[in-house]
Each structure stands twice: as C-alpha cells, then as structure tokens.
Nanobody
C-alpha cells in the first residue's frame, strides 16, 4: 500500500548539483516524517537527512551538512533532496524512506554518480 518512488539521479561532475524527488502514496503523507538514505558500493546504507511532517524540522549527517537540503511539499506528497557541491564520495544509490505503523518502507532508489 505504501509506495515511494525516487527520481532525479544522474551523472554529474564534481561541484555540480542535483535535485532528487520522492513521490509518496498509500498513506497520509503530511503526518509522517520522511528520510533520505544512500548506499555506496560495498558500504552500508547511511541515513543522510530527515524532515518532520510539517517540514519545520530537518536534520543531516555531518558529512553532508551545508551541501544537502531536504524539503517537502505536502500538497504534492513529495519529499526532495537538493544536493550541491557534489563530491565523488557522494556517489551512491539514494533512497527515501518512511516509518509507517511499525514498518520501514523504501523506494526503488535513484543512482547518483559524481565523476569527471
């Protein structure tokens, strides 16, 4: 029932920017906090950003602070991740996630590749 669909990934050069989107359905989006995770090759999935239900509270892992911005549009049931000043180490599959009624849900992921 809960569905999350990420988009917006791609190949970009170091220093470039990208805006990821996650379209949500199957639940009352405006009442749930949302998160973005990423998983690089041979690394564990890492929580990179979170946002409260209203968008009034955000949090980030130290490695992305100042470069990544999480936001949401409750009218569109969509959460975004703006990524600036991209570094090669940002290369990963990016996933959005929600904890809904005791279960964790993930989208299919969108690939971000940073390379010159």
């Amino acid at each position: 029932q809960v569905q999350l669909v990420e988009s917006g990934g791609g190949l970009v050069q170091p220093g470039g920017s990208l805006r990821l989107s996650c379209a949500a359905s199957g639940f009352t989006f405006s009442t749930y906090s949302m998160s973005w995770y990423r998983q690089a090759p041979e690394k564990e999935r890492e929580l990179v950003a979170g946002i409260s239900s209203t968008g009034g509270g955000t949090s980030y892992v130290d490695s992305v602070k100042g470069r990544f911005t999480i936001s949401r549009d409750n009218a569109k049931s969509t959460v975004y991740l703006q990524i600036n000043s991209l570094k090669p180490e940002d290369t990963a599959v990016y996933y959005c996630s929600v904890l809904h009624r005791g279960k964790v849900y993930w989208g299919q992921g969108t690939q971000v590749t940073v390379s010159s």
